[in-house]
């Protein structure tokens, strides 16, 4: 496994985990105006990849995303004047031993240049509502402990922390922290609903 980095270089350890049920999504403001929510197309590769770039260093998943998206389930933000996808967020099913029904939140990315405009946050609702949806009993999502903007975002929308370690519980304690949250470990699940 490679040693996951944060921005600034240093280690990190193995991502954070959440989980949540079928309720349904706490609505969320469009994205400001110049702003469109859509679906991705095949047409949407390229400047979808330039986006991705400035948040990850990993492989574009774009080809990926499509194979494994639910139906009506990849959400991009389209900045008008530019047509240019600026933010997007994908419902897929990725099978993982800890996840057997593999329904979940993948890549969720925002251009670091529009950032504050409501569109990642307008493909994360969207994208969680499909899960909501479609999801025989839970969805789950996997994120870093620096990824504060987006874990913000995730609480807001009803997901939460799954604490299946006591590594976990630490971590997530600080990021609550760090989010003036109050944090409660009895709040959240230790394992996912069968």
């Known amino acids: 496994m490679n040693e996951l980095r944060a921005p600034d270089g240093k280690s990190i350890k193995p991502q954070l985990e959440m989980i949540r049920g079928n309720e349904s999504v706490p609505s969320i403001p469009a994205p400001a105006a110049g702003y469109l929510l859509r679906q991705a197309t095949l047409d949407d590769m390229q400047s979808y990849s330039r986006t991705f770039a400035t948040a990850f260093e990993d492989a574009v998943p774009f080809g990926d995303l499509m194979k494994h998206t639910l139906p009506d389930?990849?959400?991009?933000?389209?900045?008008?004047?530019?047509?240019?996808?600026?933010?997007?967020?994908?419902?897929?099913?990725?099978?993982k031993s800890q996840y057997p029904d593999g329904h979940s939140l993948q890549w969720v990315v925002a251009h670091s240049d529009?950032?504050?405009?409501?569109?990642?946050?307008a493909t994360i609702a969207a994208a969680t509502q499909v899960l909501a949806d479609n999801a025989p009993?839970?969805?789950?999502?996997?994120?870093?402990?620096?990824?504060?903007?987006?874990?913000?975002i995730y609480l807001k929308l009803g997901w939460k922390p799954l604490l299946f370690e006591d590594g976990q519980i630490q971590r997530w304690a600080r990021v609550f922290?760090?989010?003036?949250?109050?944090?409660?470990?009895?709040?959240?699940?230790?394992?996912?609903?069968?």
């Open 73 to 95: 389930g990849f959400f991009v933000v389209e900045h008008m004047p530019t047509d240019t996808v600026v933010a997007a967020s994908t419902a897929a099913v990725y099978v």
């Open 114 to 121: 529009h950032r504050g405009t409501g569109a990642g946050q």
């Open 137 to 152: 009993t839970y969805s789950y999502l996997s994120t870093d402990d620096f990824r504060l903007p987006a874990i913000n």
């Open 177 to 194: 922290g760090l989010l003036k949250r109050d944090f409660d470990e009895t709040d959240f699940p230790t394992t996912t609903p069968n």
